[in-house]
């Protein structure tokens, strides 16, 4: 099974964020980056399906920051190739335009299955994979959380809300929104990072940004982003539960919640 896995890169919301001056995005500028969470578990799943089916794995990503360090540890993990588009434009890229970039270079390769995080913590919008497949024209799934083969496709099994539990049967080629894997994202040692690296086995595709489909783009505007506000709201309360009870019975009737 030859499998394609789309990676991006994402602020380091855990080092801090910062806003740009006009208070309308993220200083990108400024910030560090990481692999997107959900994008390591669709490499986990794709690897873990390159060992069942004999398969081939190639990780694919814009030039996002960062991304060459992503891409060799992908292929330091096991995929069989990394391939970086370049040439795309800015280094952010909405969810519309980033799925229609890739698809272009998708549509010209082989493949069976093509797997993607199911969505990403600066766009929350888990557009990519389903865009990636109405731009491809195949089979959809997502909140995918394990994946069967079978002789006549696959079987994905999805994660809803409230614990419930769906399987969907699939014909190949397809296009899956990964939001977690049989087993966690194995680790890799910086060494064997280094040693990806020094092979040189980034492929450099240029592209000059065209998505090859229509795309309006989102369709969202941004006004305004600001960090949480500031209040002095918290209340502490006394150690014992009888006081702290008290107290919280207080606060109750003070704001007109109890008789």
Known sequence: MDIIVALKQVPDVGAGIAINDEGTDLARDRLGFVTNPFDEW????????????????????????????????????????????????????????????????????????????????????????????????????????????TETGLIATQEFGGGRVGRIELALPAVL??????????????MRIRLASMGGGIEEVRSDGETGVPTAGSGLSVRRVFTPEASRRAVMLPASPHEAADAILGLLRERGLIA
Not at 49 to 60: A, I, P, S
Not at 78 to 94: C, E, R, S
Not at 129 to 135: E, N
């Open 42 to 149: 669709a490499l986990e799943e794709a690897l873990l399906l390159k060992d069942m089916t004999d398969g081939w794995v190639t990780v694919v990503s814009l030039d996002d920051p960062g991304i060459d360090h992503a891409l060799y540890r992908a292929l330091a993990l096991g995929a069989d190739h990394a391939v970086k588009l370049v040439g795309t434009g800015p280094a952010w890229i909405d969810s519309h335009r980033r799925a229609g970039i890739m698809a272009s270079w998708i549509r010209e390769q082989l493949y069976d299955l093509i797997l993607s995080g199911v969505q990403a913590p600066d766009d929350l919008d888990g557009q990519l994979p389903a865009l990636l497949a109405a731009g491809l024209g195949h089979p959809f799934a997502s909140v995918v959380v394990a994946v069967e083969v």
């Open 177 to 190: 929104g990964i939001q977690g894997s049989l087993r966690d994202p194995r680790y890799v040692s910086d």
